[in-house]
């Protein structure tokens, strides 16, 4: 069974990048037949998609954040990662990463979230 | 992109039925059966309820079942049970090649 697992700061500082990391276990990011995917979401409020990528290479971004997102993967050490420049406290939320079926479209596999608050 | 739109509260009581509907467009949910219905619990991952408009992945109940109409979407929780007591999220394929959430819809079992 395919794990995900989210790593990285808790806390930025406002104007400064987030960078989160998803280590992916049982499951090669590099296999063909799924997306890489990044979603959040505010505190108390619902979930938004921020990217994904697919097979190492093509990347996909959600219109309202593509200016400031960058999705990367590293297929040595099996991982995808987020950066998010020019945070602010808007940017503070849960956020997810996920594998994402390419045939269906299917988020089906989810890590358990990590808490990035912008504070300074 | 603007979030597909679900009411946001619903309720009912065990061994009920509830529908809960997702409202897109034809560059969404109208476009494509990429329509996926996700539960989730405080605190916890979203998880995958239905897929492709209308199927159910291996191991979830058959209690949960989905429909589409035009824009609109529907997940139906038949027999409903308190552990259905959860939000549940919608979301589409779009024809910019990206993907959008519903806003989310809070399922009370009273």
């Known amino acids: 069974q395919v794990q995900l697992q989210e790593s990285g700061p808790g806390l930025v500082k406002p104007s400064q990048t987030l960078s989160l990391t998803c280590t992916v276990s049982d499951g090669s990011i590099n296999s063909g037949g799924y997306y890489w995917s990044w979603i959040r979401q505010h505190p108390g409020k619902g979930l938004e998609w921020i990217g994904h990528?697919?097979?190492?290479?093509?990347?996909y971004y959600n219109p309202s954040l593509k200016s400031r997102v960058t999705i990367s993967a590293d297929t040595s050490k099996n991982q995808f990662s987020l950066k998010l420049s020019s945070v602010t406290a808007a940017d503070t939320a849960v956020y997810y990463c996920?594998?994402?079926?390419?045939?269906?479209?299917?988020?089906?596999?989810w890590g358990q979230g990590t808490l990035v608050t912008v504070s300074s | 992109q603007s979030a597909l739109t679900q009411p946001a509260s619903v309720s009912g009581s065990p061994g009920q039925s509830i529908t809960i509907s997702c409202t897109g467009t034809s560059s969404d949910v109208g476009g494509y059966s990429y329509v996926s219905w996700y539960q989730q619990h405080p605190g916890k991952a979203p998880k995958l309820m239905i897929y492709d408009v209308s199927n159910r992945p291996s191991g979830v109940s058959n209690r949960f079942s989905g429909s589409k109409s035009g824009n609109t979407a529907s997940l139906t929780i038949s027999g409903l049970q308190a552990e259905d007591d959860a939000d549940y999220y919608c979301s589409s394929y779009t024809t910019s090649s990206t993907v959008v959430f519903g806003g989310g819809t809070k399922l009370t079992v009273v």
């Open positions: 996920a594998r994402v079926s390419v045939d269906w479209l299917l988020f089906d596999y």
């Open positions: 990528i697919y097979n190492s290479g093509s990347t």
